[in-house]
């Protein structure tokens, strides 16, 4: 194996970790803004409710960002590794 293929094989792993690590990033903010739209037309509906509703957004919101945060850790190590 030439040093050429190996400087481009761990290339190719660092930036094919960043991609996943921005597309994981991009899915989360799209699932959390989802969340939002659907909590913000629900409270309209039904304003009553406001205070259960806004709960259930913040720990949807918060599992979403936990998995989000994971799954970039873990590509972080990949690149890393």
């Known amino acids: 194996m030439t ?3 190996v400087i ?6 660092k930036m094919t970790a960043g991609f ?8 989360a903010a799209y699932g ?3 969340i939002g739209q659907a909590a913000m037309e629900a409270v309209a509906r039904q304003p009553e409710a406001g ?6 957004l ?8 936990g998995v989000a945060f994971l799954a970039v850790i873990v590509c972080v190590l990949l690149a890393v590794l």
């Open 51 to 56: 205070a259960d509703i806004r709960s259930n």
């Open 32 to 34: 959390i803004s989802k």
């Open 8 to 13: 481009t094989e761990v290339a190719l792993t």
């Open 58 to 65: 913040i720990v949807s919101s918060a599992f979403i960002e």
């Open 20 to 27: 996943a690590a921005a597309l994981c990033t991009f899915a």
């Open 3 to 5: 040093t050429l293929s």
